[in-house]
């Protein structure tokens, strides 16, 4: 099992201001994904990385976005927060197909 | 598109009794199915899975149940307590490298 950081674990910010949700694995993962998912609702996939230097969009659009210079490093950057933004976003790695998550970050945007 | 989701939004059992959470896939090429559980505020946590070659497999209480005749995938968890009070989710994957795809979940409720 993959140990797996998210931090801050919880965020009130005001609209218009940037952030970057970190996110580390210490499982030497290639694989890095990050999900949004609000309350009680299915979780989807914004970005997946599949190596240093290598990232992706996932299914639903987002705003944000997303750098891998390092294996255990995956951290998401939302460049001018909105109250749309706010729920919990979800970071995993993987070696192979079984994704490990972090306990996630709650972010609520006034 | 392709969508796994879930029969029933709440399941409420009472302590003691066998719990079946269902899910339903459309994409017959699936060849990996996951479940997590999802406790209130945390991330969701690997349960257990199983390979399109296989139609049961079994961990500690659990038992994944695979019919890809009727494209359905089942989780059985035996003797709930109410530490099983969580949501969980199905999910799968078409290809080792594609990436996963998850269902809506199922709130199972033990009361005890």
């Known amino acids: 099992e993959a140990d797996i950081y998210q931090t801050p674990r919880y965020l009130v910010i005001g609209t218009g201001k940037k952030i970057t949700l970190e996110c580390s694995q210490t499982m030497g993962h290639d694989k890095m994904y990050w999900y949004q998912q609000d309350p009680g609702m299915e979780l989807h996939l914004i970005h997946y990385s599949y190596g240093v230097n290598s990232t992706e969009k996932g299914d639903l659009s987002s705003e944000s976005t997303v750098s891998r210079i390092r294996t255990e490093h995956f951290p998401l950057t939302l460049e001018s927060a909105r109250p749309s933004h706010t729920s919990q976003y979800l970071c995993?790695?993987?070696?192979?197909?079984?994704?490990?998550f972090g306990p996630g970050t709650r972010l609520l945007v006034l | 598109g392709e969508s796994v989701g879930l029969h029933l939004p709440t399941l409420s059992v009472q302590e003691g009794d066998n719990s079946i959470i269902n899910c339903a896939y459309s994409n017959s090429a699936s060849d990996y199915f996951i479940w997590y559980k999802q406790e209130s505020g945390k991330g969701p946590q690997f349960i257990i899975d199983?390979?399109?070659?296989?139609d049961k497999r079994q961990g500690q209480r659990v038992t994944v149940l695979l019919n890809k005749t009727v494209k359905h995938l089942s989780l059985q968890i035996a003797a709930t307590q109410p530490g099983d009070s969580a949501v969980y989710f199905c999910a799968e994957n078409i290809s080792p490298g594609s990436t996963l795809t998850f269902g809506k979940g199922t709130m199972l409720l033990v009361s005890p």
């Open positions: 199983i390979r399109s070659n296989m």
């Open positions: 995993a790695s993987s070696r192979g197909e079984t994704q490990y």
